[in-house]
């Protein structure tokens, strides 16, 4: 794994850096190649927050989790991961019905942020390109981010869709017709 460490108002030392990587060195097993990794450590008033996004090819998996110390948040973040990790790989293997090791190979990446003035009301804006696939993948994508919605291009419709999360814990589906 391609670490990179970010401290928000806070300098890294190098214990935690080795911690970190040693820790993370355990999800190596589940993938091929280099894998980039940005690992973000931060005090908010509560806690030691750490933030990891896995930028894996065609999909992105993101954990945070904030502890008293920095060591326990990490290690609850690796939990994290490895859990997203091996529900992905077994909602793709039962999907293709192999029994063969599913890696994370076969994906396109996705393009990185761009930032924009601060004089703008638009603080960020992004741009990816989005990829065929069935709902049920789209939920298992907005899941592994941990988000509450996601923008996908439907395989069945051919058309860009936008999948939420209800207040209720199901999901909605907001279609777009030109």
Known sequence: ML??????????????????????????????????????FSQPKSGQKVEVTVFLPGTILRAEEETDDFFTSIDK????????????????????QNNETIRFDSFEKFAPAEEVK?????????????????????????ELLN?????????ASEKIEVVYKRKDSNYGIIEVNK
Do not use: C, W
């Not at 991961?81 to 909602?91: D, F, P, W």
């Not at 989005?130 to 049920?136: F, I, L």
């Open 147 to 155: 988000h509450n919605f996601f923008i996908f291009l439907n395989s």
């Open 3 to 40: 670490l990179n460490y970010v401290g928000k108002n806070m300098e890294l030392k190098e214990g935690l850096k080795n911690q970190a990587e040693k820790k993370f060195s355990k999800l190596d097993k589940y993938f091929s190649e280099e894998i980039e990794t940005r690992v973000v």
């Open 77 to 96: 973040v690796l939990d994290i991961l490895e859990r997203q990790i091996r529900k992905y790989k077994t909602r793709l293997k039962k999907r293709y």
């Open 118 to 142: 601060e004089d703008d009301k638009i603080l960020r804006r992004k741009e990816f390109t989005v990829k065929p696939m069935s709902e049920e993948e789209a939920i298992m994508q907005m």
